[in-house]
């Protein structure tokens, strides 16, 4: 099995916002991906999240859906240079696309371009007895948006909430600084219904 979270500078990488190793790690922790599960990856970006599902889900298979031309060729190269064959890469506009996915084990939702409550609705359609959603909100209208509808559906998911800050040390001259990354909201959510 290969090993979880690969740096960052080894995915190719364009002008696609791309989720930092730590947080891609701590995200497929919360996804609970076993190696036969059907993943979702909504607002897949680079990529990133849809290589270290598949690699985790290595007779499962990752479906992977991004509106931006620029990243589908991104997950594309990328699929490619991990040797991931276990990847479909759909270029929709989610929830568009979604609807004749199979059933699913986990997602993972980057993006969701202002239209979480729709594809939230197809998820919880699809989405398996046990499953779990994995969002990684970097605005606190997401965040929001998330929770009001885990607490609209509380009879079918339960979910918690971490709020992740990370800093890296940068050499500054003899002197080691802290640079941050955005901080992010990961809400988890389990079907339990």
């Known amino acids: 099995m290969a090993f979880l ?6 995915f190719i ?3 696609v916002p791309m989720t930092k190793q730590e947080i891609r790690v701590l ?5 609970q991906i076993s190696k036969n599960d059907i993943v979702w990856d909504i ?4 990529g990133s999240l849809s290589i270290e599902a598949a690699r985790l889900a290595e007779n499962g298979h990752v479906y992977a859906i991004e509106r931006n031309h620029e990243g589908i060729e991104l997950i594309k190269k990328n699929a490619e240079k991990f040797g991931v064959s276990n990847l479909t890469v759909i270029e929709a506009e989610a929830p568009a696309g979604m609807e004749n996915m199979p059933d699913c084990d986990a997602v993972i939702i980057g993006g969701s371009g202002k239209q979480l409550d729709p594809i939230l609705d197809v998820i919880n359609a699809h989405l398996k007895v046990g499953g779990n959603i994995v969002l990684n909100c970097i605005t606190i209208q997401t965040l929001s948006s998330c929770l009001a509808y885990m607490r ?3 009879e079918e998911f339960k979910y918690e909430a971490i709020q992740v800050q990370v800093n890296r040390l ?3 001259g003899p002197y080691d600084m802290a640079k941050a990354i955005n901080p992010i909201y990961i809400v988890t959510c389990k079907k339990i219904k």
């Open 13 to 15: 990488r364009g002008k």
């Open 170 to 172: 940068e050499a500054v």
């Open 5 to 10: 979270g690969i740096p960052d500078e080894e």
């Open 152 to 154: 609209s559906h509380k």
């Open 27 to 31: 995200t497929m922790v919360k996804a």
């Open 43 to 46: 607002g897949a970006g680079t």
